[in-house]
């Protein structure tokens, strides 16, 4: 067992280089490569490693990798390369996990995959004619790693401030979104806890003729905090608490309290490759309004419970995101909503991948709504939600590509997109 972890080991901090002094490599000797990574700079990965095909289909790859990325405790992103062997390397898999740091540049967090991304391909190289040009080195001695425990001086707390600002103006019209907000957060193996507080406004501004202007604002105040508790591999109990205050939704304030239990049929660890979670909260929520609803109230009390299901898996073949939530009121039984938000896309066949998306709500549960009938302005600049049964938007993509396997050569010249055109 112990030559095995430092076999390992010599893997994972192995730098590797090429040279092509000694002898010429035809393209086609080459492992054939593909990423399967929809927010990756594929052109920084094809100009920084020259010793693989990189191919434009996964079944046309000898070695096929999936990077996923999750958002950790301290707000940094953790990211986890699954390579997976085909064709002459089937069978020979493996996985790679990056952590980066929470304030770290788009530029590090992409260095970082590469380092990790050469250092996961040298178990298949080795099996290669490559294996004659390589060299490397061990960085690290085996003496010179302290075997103590972290000494955190923020005991694992992490604190992240956010503002956002974008706007646009031309001669007829103005229209200003600002957003601040921050968050408190402590994650450890087995506790979680997040406190958020946000405050976004929206104005807008048309001018119609020469004495006529329409005006639109908008406000909103929203605050959380959830404590979550670990109850082993497959079993988590938290407590939630909300504050909301919106213009648009007629609420001058409402706050929430839910207890909750989630159960994850697949083991925690395996998160960012697939997720079955069964989500089941109750609790009570006060809700004030600035105007009188169509209920003739103008604060009340609501008893809601509330329903998740949520599905999540990440194959070679594409990546299924399905949820499901219904909400009931225990003292409003007549009323619920229930919304399904399918996500999902795939790779049936060499150069087609299909994607579609969805959000379908049933809604029966408007109780902001306010009584005074909404002016055509506030309707025009969606100031004020109006009642509805249902909600929908939906998505659908398809594309197929054949021709040349390959998809080695970088060229960005007149690169532009639509604007420039």
């Known amino acids: 067992m112990k030559l095995h972890g430092t076999l390992i080991f010599l893997l994972l901090i192995t730098k590797t280089s090429f040279s092509q002094d000694d002898k010429q490599f035809s393209r086609e000797q080459l492992p054939a490569f593909f990423l399967d990574c929809d927010v990756c700079d594929q052109t920084f990965f094809l100009q920084e490693i020259s ?8 079944a046309l790859a000898d070695i096929y990798s999936l990077l996923t990325e999750n958002i950790v405790g301290n707000g940094a992103r953790e990211y986890k390369l699954f390579l997976i062997g085909q064709n002459r390397f089937l069978g020979k898999n493996d996985t790679l996990t990056l952590k980066a740091l929470p304030n ?5 967090n992409r260095d970082g995959i590469l380092n990790l991304m050469k250092k996961g391909l040298l178990k298949y190289l080795v099996h290669t004619d490559l294996i004659h040009q390589i060299e490397y080195k061990i960085n690290v001695a085996g003496d010179a790693v302290s ?9 694992f707390w992490t604190l992240t401030f956010d503002s956002r600002l974008n706007g646009e103006a031309n001669s007829n019209q103005r229209n200003l979104n600002m957003r601040y907000g921050f968050i408190i957060n402590r994650t450890t193996e087995n506790t979680r806890t997040e406190t958020g507080l946000s405050y976004g406004i929206n104005n807008q501004k048309f001018k119609i003729d020469d004495s006529t202007n329409v005006a639109g604002h908008q406000s909103r105040t929203g605050g959380y905090h959830f404590l979550a508790f670990t ?3 497959h079993l988590a109990v938290g407590q939630f608490a909300t504050f909301f205050q919106s213009t648009q ?16 049929l697949f083991d925690y660890k395996e998160a960012s490759r697939r997720q079955l979670r069964l989500i089941y909260r109750a609790g009570v929520r006060f809700q004030k309004y600035d105007e009188t609803t169509i209920y003739n109230l103008n604060s009340e009390w609501l008893y809601p419970h509330a329903f998740v299901i949520q599905w999540v898996q990440i194959e070679k073949w594409g990546t299924i995101n399905l949820a499901a939530v219904g909400w ?5 039984r007549k009323n619920y909503s229930t919304s399904v938000y399918p996500s999902i896309s795939f790779n049936p066949a060499k150069g087609l991948r299909i994607g579609f998306w969805g959000d379908l709500s049933i809604v029966n549960d408007q109780f902001h709504i306010r009584k005074k009938e909404a002016s055509v302005n506030e309707i025009l600049l969606d100031q004020i939600e109006l009642k509805t049964d249902y909600m929908l938007s939906f998505g659908f993509n398809i594309s197929y590509t054949f021709g040349s396997r390959y998809n080695n050569i970088v060229n960005v010249r007149f690169d532009l997109n639509d604007g420039f055109w």
């Open 231 to 233: 109850a082993g591999k």
């Open 104 to 108: 770290a540049a788009d530029a590090e």
């Open 328 to 332: 009931h009121y225990l003292n409003q």
């Open 51 to 58: 010793y693989v095909n990189f191919v434009r289909d996964r």
């Open 147 to 155: 075997k103590e425990q972290i000494k955190d001086n923020w005991n």
């Open 249 to 264: 939704q007629n609420l001058s304030n409402s706050f929430s309290y839910f207890p909750a239990v989630e159960y994850n």
